[in-house]
């Protein structure tokens, strides 16, 4: 498993008209339990690409969607959604109690209070991570996941390796993304569904407390609201 977190890169996707807000990518990362990605194999596109290809050129081809369409979307997800609402919900809860109390209360409305929505009608859940507890998410059946706060779900998410492992030897998972648990934390793994979708409000690292909230906001990962990885900074630019 490699190490989080590059930004996503595209590879291929696919979007609905009627949700204007689904779809499929490739990303960057290579799947749980694979190799990196040389040369010869970016020459051979794996079979979603090239699924998730042959059906956008015949929905395109139908005029049923517009290329021009899905990489506005396909952009937005990459560059102004994802993870940067997420981020934005975790530095306030980070500087605000009242509204992390609300958070962990009603996730979805708490996100409303920064103008932000859901798509689909799904539930979505904050999981808190303290010096006792480690949240992990995963989606066992496919790739649910909570769009408007993280944008793509990375393609490792999505593979079969970490959808497995992730229950079978969540520890096991989180050391393979450079996250060692102690002991006596307690790991604890959440398996969204098309109903109900999770994500992490990490620990706010040490050393942070003279960051305003949009400095908060910009050391928050898209793996660490996934929970394989811990939010952390430089000390020594921080004191600067």
Known sequence: MPKSP???GRRGFLKTAATGAAGIMAGSKPALGQAGTGPAQQASPSDLTLRVKALESLLVDKGLVDRVALDRIVDAFETTIGP???ARVVARAWVDPAYRKRLLADAATAMEELGLHRYQGEDIVALE????????VVCTL??????????LPPVWYKSAP?????????????????????TDVEVRVWDSTAEIRYFV???RPAGSEGLNEEALAALVTRDSMIGTARVTLDVAEVRA
């Open 84 to 86: 940067r609402n997420g």
């Open 6 to 8: 590059d930004p996503v």
């Open 162 to 182: 970490y959808r497995s492992r992730a229950v079978i030897d969540p520890r096991g998972v989180l050391k393979e993304f450079g996250v060692d648990i102690h």
């Open 201 to 203: 409000l990490p620990e």
């Open 129 to 136: 991570n303290t010096a006792k507890i480690h949240n992990l």
């Open 142 to 151: 496919c790739s649910c996941y909570p769009w408007p706060l993280l944008g």
